[in-house]
C-alpha cells in the first residue's frame, strides 16, 4: 500500500511555491493574469493568503476527497490522469 500524503505538507509546498514550481500558483496567476497586468509573486500569495482552509479528520479520506471534488468540482483541483500498466 502507497504511503498517504501529508496534506499539510503538500498545501505548505503550494503556498510556499511560485508559478515555475507550483500548479497552483500558475493557475492562481493565470486567474489574476485576466484582471489586469500580469500577477507578481506578491500578487499570488496575498490572494492564496485570503483562502481558508478547515481540517476534518475522517475514516476514509480518499472516499470524502472524491465525494468533495465530484460535488464542488474545485476550480484549481485537476485529477492527473492515472498511469497505463
Given at each position: 500500500m502507497g504511503?498517504?500524503?501529508n496534506?499539510?505538507?503538500q498545501l505548505r509546498q503550494h503556498l510556499t511555491?511560485?508559478?515555475g514550481?507550483?500548479?497552483l500558483h500558475d493557475q492562481v496567476g493565470q486567474?489574476?493574469?485576466?484582471?489586469g497586468p500580469a500577477a507578481s509573486a506578491a500578487d499570488i500569495a496575498s490572494w492564496l493568503g485570503r483562502c481558508i482552509v478547515r481540517w476534518r479528520e475522517s475514516e476514509n479520506p480518499?472516499?470524502?476527497?472524491a465525494a468533495l471534488v465530484a460535488a464542488l468540482k474545485?476550480?484549481?483541483n485537476q485529477q492527473l490522469p492515472?498511469?497505463?500498466p
Open positions: 504511503q498517504i500524503p496534506l499539510r505538507d511555491g511560485n508559478r514550481s507550483s500548479v486567474l489574476l493574469d485576466r484582471c480518499a472516499a470524502d476527497e474545485p476550480r484549481f492515472k498511469p497505463r
